[in-house]
C-alpha cells in the first residue's frame, strides 16, 4: 500500500542509517528542498525518482556536506551531521559519486582511485581495497595508467563508483549513475551495485530519472516532485502504482507526460 505522505516511514527501527527530516535548502531565493524527509535502512538500496529540477541532487548535496541545508536534520545513526565538511562525512562512511561523475581528468585510473582512499594511510589496506574495487570493475585494472578523460562513459561511471568505494563507505550516494548509458551498460552496472550491496553490505540511495532500472534494483523508493517527496513505498508497490506507471514506466517520451499532465492538471498530491 502507498503512503502518499510528506512524512516518511513511521516506525523507523534502530537499523535506520541515514535519515533527512524537513530538510529545507536554497539556492539564493529558490527553495529547492521544500521539507524533505527519507529514511535509509541499513543493508537497503533506497532510490529518489523525479523529473527535472524536482531537487534530487541538491538533496544529495545537502547529505554529503557540499550544500548546508537551511532547515532540518540530517541523522546517520541518530548523531546529527547536517553541516558538517565533506571530509569529516567521508571519514564517517559517506561517499557520493556526484552528477556527472566528476572524475579527475588529466589524472590517471589509478591515481583517481587512490584519491578516494585520500582520509585514509593504511597502505596495505589501501591496496586490498584496490583488489575490491578492480574485483567489481575488472577494466579498471586493466586501464589503469590511462588518463581518466580517455575512459568510455561507461568506464568512467565505473572508475567513478571505484574511487567512492575506496573511502570504504557505509552508504553510497549516487546521483544519476545511469546517465548517458546504453541499456546495457547500466545493466552491467546496476548489477554491479547489487552485487555490492549484497557482497560489501554497501547500503545505497540511488537518484535517478531512469525509473524502471531504479525500481528493479531499490528495495525502497521516494519521488520527489519540486522539492519535495510525494509518494513512496516499497518499489514492488510503486512499480504497479497508476501514477509511476503513467509517469515514469511509460513508453512515451518526456516531453509528451510533462504537456499532458499540465493540461490535466494532474498532480501527485
Ligand atoms: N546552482 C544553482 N543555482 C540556482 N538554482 C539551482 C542550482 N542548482 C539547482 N538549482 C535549482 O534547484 C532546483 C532543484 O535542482 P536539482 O539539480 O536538485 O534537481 P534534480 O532533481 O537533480 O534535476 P535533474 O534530474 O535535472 O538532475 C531546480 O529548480 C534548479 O533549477
Ligand atoms: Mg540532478
Known amino acids: ?54 531537487g534530487k541532487t541538491t538533496l544529495l548535496k545537502n547529505i554529503s556536506g557540499v550544500m548546508v541545508p537551511e532547515k532540518g536534520d540530517i541523522l546517520h545513526f541518530r548523531d546529527n551531521i547536517e553541516g558538517f ?37 593504511n597502505n596495505p589496506e589501501i591496496s586490498k581495497d584496490l583488489d575490491v574495487v578492480f574485483s567489481y570493475f575488472p577494466i579498471l585494472e586493466s586501464r589503469l595508467t590511462q588518463q581518466a578523460n580517455t575512459l568510455s562513459g561507461g568506464e568512467q561511471q565505473m572508475l567513478a563508483i571505484g574511487r567512492g568505494l575506496m573511502s570504504r563507505p557505509s552508504i553510497m550516494l549516487l546521483d544519476e549513475p545511469s546517465l548517458g548509458l546504453s541499456p546495457i551498460l547500466v545493466k552491467e552496472i546496476f548489477t554491479i551495485l547489487k552485487k555490492l550491496n549484497k557482497e560489501q553490505n554497501l547500503t545505497i540511495l540511488l537518484v535517478e530519472q531512469n525509473a524502471k532500472a531504479a525500481l528493479d534494483l531499490a528495495d525502497y523508493g521516494y519521488v520527489m516532485e519540486l522539492g519535495r517527496v510525494v509518494m513512496d513505498g516499497k518499489t514492488n508497490d510503486l512499480k504497479s502504482s497508476k501514477d509511476i506507471q503513467e509517469f515514469y514506466l511509460g513508453a512515451k517520451e518526456e516531453s509528451q507526460l510533462t504537456q499532458r499532465r499540465w493540461k490535466n492538471r494532474k498532480t501527485w498530491r
Open 85 to 121: 565538511d565533506t571530509d569529516k562525512l567521508v571519514l564517517k562512511g559517506i561517499s557520493h559519486v556526484p552528477e556527472g561523475r566528476e572524475i579527475f581528468p588529466l589524472l590517471s585510473v589509478e591515481q583517481n582511485l587512490f584519491l578516494g582512499a585520500f582520509t585514509r594511510n
Open 1 to 54: 500500500m502507498l503512503r502518499h505522505t510528506l512524512v516518511v516511514r513511521k516506525n523507523i527501527n534502530s537499523s535506520s542509517l541515514l535519515e533527512t527530516k524537513n530538510l529545507e535548502s536554497y539556492y539564493g531565493p529558490i527553495m529547492a528542498l521544500k521539507g524533505v524527509s527519507l529514511t535509509v535502512k541499513q543493508g537497503e538500496i533506497v532510490t529518489v525518482l523525479g523529473a527535472n529540477g524536482a
